[in-house]
């Protein structure tokens, strides 16, 4: 057959996206084969993306943010937030400086610019939840600072630091609004049911349908569009502040807890000399 000497040959190198493309293939056959998947360590995924040209690196940073990754809940899927829009916001950025003074700074911050107190602590991540004292309850009264304690409003938020390498670390830090939005959806539906039972009313006071109707309308209308608005003002003043926390963290303007004034008054007043 001369004309299929006229074909071009089979090429012997392979481009990057060829690359991803036969790697994603062959997992997705071995998954379909039934062979059980084989776990790597770090130090395997290293010399193998070194092999197929990438740099140790960016190989790092890709695995510091698969360890920090935070797999996205079901109820982000579900009608609420379709509806009212999403209540789960995150922000990442590599840092210079160790995960645990990073954690450790971050945790300051925390709990001196937006009112939060520890919740839970692990090694590689912190979770804070809004203080419920009175102290917190009158700074946020109050609005002490001038900073809306966006944070606050959540029902947790979680930091997590992993090294990147000996000098950078990756922190992602996630602020939970579910249970902030669920309010929301329950205020409307509320205020809903309000206006049925007031076009019920009117209906039985003999109005016309449509006149009847008409308010219940305009009343879960405006119930639904002002709790979507507010939902969506919250998550983004709540993104926006952990974007500014990992600006000031970058900028390296966060320091680890310093002692309130409470604290340098008593130790100024524990070294004045006592009367006998």
């Not at 946020?140 to 304690?149: F, H």
């Not at 500014?244 to 340098?264: C, F, H, M, N, Y």
């Amino acid at each position: 057959m001369a004309g299929d000497s006229n074909l071009p040959a089979p090429s012997s190198r392979f481009d990057r996206g060829a690359l991803e493309r036969v790697l994603a293939r062959a997992a997705d056959l071995q998954v379909g084969s039934g062979e059980p998947e084989e776990a790597l360590t770090e130090e395997q995924i290293l010399e193998l993306g070194t092999e197929v040209g990438l740099s140790p690196q960016h190989l790092r940073q890709a695995l510091a943010e698969e360890r920090t990754r935070v797999a996205l809940p079901v109820d982000e899927g579900g009608l609420s937030a379709r509806l009212f829009g999403g209540a789960r916001v995150s922000a990442s950025r590599t840092v210079t400086g160790r995960p645990r003074d990073v954690l450790d700074a971050v945790d300051a911050w925390m709990q001196r610019q937006e009112c939060l107190q520890v919740k839970r602590q692990f090694p590689d991540r912190v979770v804070w939840e809004a203080r419920r004292d009175l102290v917190g309850t009158a700074r946020r009264m109050l609005n002490i600072g001038g900073r809306g304690y966006a944070l606050s409003r959540a029902h947790e938020v979680a930091a997590t630091a992993v090294a990147v390498d000996s000098s950078r670390t990756l922190v992602r830090i996630d602020a939970d609004l579910v249970p902030y939005r669920t309010s929301l959806v329950r205020q409307s539906a509320g205020i809903s049911a309000l206006g049925v039972a007031s076009a019920g009313v009117l209906v039985a006071l003999h109005f016309a349908l449509a006149i009847a109707l008409a308010p219940a309308v305009v009343v879960a209308a405006g119930a639904f569009y002002g709790a979507r608005g507010m939902n969506a003002r919250v998550a983004s003043s709540a993104q926006l502040a952990l974007e500014q926390l990992l600006d000031r963290l970058e900028r390296g303007e966060i320091t680890k807890a310093q002692p309130s004034l409470l604290s340098v008054l008593a130790a100024a007043a524990n070294t004045l000399p006592r009367k006998l």
